[in-house]
């Protein structure tokens, strides 16, 4: 079974600073996405960023950029120039691909604070 | 466009009875996919609908059932709901998977259930 793991409970950052998430996780497959979503206090879950395994280039969204570790199983968000809205609740996520794709495995999340 | 809608918002049951909780997906998505996330945890997958089927199921008992109408909205059942049933219940919609494009998941504001 896939298992995602988030080791960080609370993280808090300086607004217009860098902070970092790690996730890491367990498959099996050869063929699978990684996710990292926000929750804000609305509870609407936000795709934040997706990586495709088969992709060695780290994704990246703006402000966003993962650092993917293949071998190591590790999965790690990168906000850049953090701003008072990033804070949130946020989750890494895991789907196989294939016909399993959208089967969603998550992380325990990271609550993320912003000072100003 | 609407994105992902669910009814109701909050709901308050007795230990014992029944619910149902509607989702209707983002315009143009087929699949939809209902979660568990209880207070402080990650979502947990319940199951995935398209096509009118359940094509992948989470780790939850027979209690939870669910339904996808010809216009790709689906409900979520609960029979003999626990106290342990409390949560929020999140929906998410997509396209179902292929190996021609594989589309995220836009989630749904979710339905918080207390069970009394």
């Known amino acids: 079974a896939q298992t995602v793991t988030q080791s960080q409970p609370e993280m808090s950052v300086q607004e217009a600073e860098t902070v970092t998430l790690s996730c890491t996780y367990d498959t099996s497959e050869s063929d699978y996405y990684l996710f990292w979503y926000k929750q804000p206090p609305s509870r609407q879950m936000i795709l934040v960023i997706r990586?495709?395994?088969?992709?060695?280039q780290n994704a990246t969204e703006n402000r966003f950029s993962v650092n993917f570790q293949k071998a190591a199983k590790s999965f790690s968000l990168k906000i850049s120039d953090s701003q008072l809205g990033d804070a949130a609740m946020y989750f890494c996520?895991?789907?196989?691909?294939?016909?399993?794709?959208?089967?969603?495995?998550f992380g325990q999340g990271t609550i993320l604070t912003v000072h100003p | 466009d609407a994105g992902v809608t669910q009814s109701p918002t909050h709901l308050i049951k007795t230990r014992g009875q029944q619910v149902t909780l509607r989702c209707s997906p983002k315009s143009g998505h087929d699949t939809v996919s209902w979660y568990q996330q209880a207070l402080g945890q990650g979502p947990q997958f319940i199951f995935q609908y398209y096509e009118e089927e359940e094509r992948q199921r989470g780790n939850f008992p027979d209690r939870f059932s669910g339904h996808q109408f010809p216009n790709y909205s689906s409900e979520l059942n609960v029979n003999a709901l626990l106290l342990g049933d409390s949560a929020l219940y999140l929906c998410a919609s997509s396209l179902r998977p292929s190996g021609v494009q594989l589309v995220e998941a836009f989630f749904g504001q979710g339905t918080r259930l207390t069970v009394v």
């Open positions: 990586q495709e395994a088969y992709k060695q």
């Open positions: 996520a895991y789907s196989a691909g294939g016909t399993s794709y959208g089967k969603l495995t």
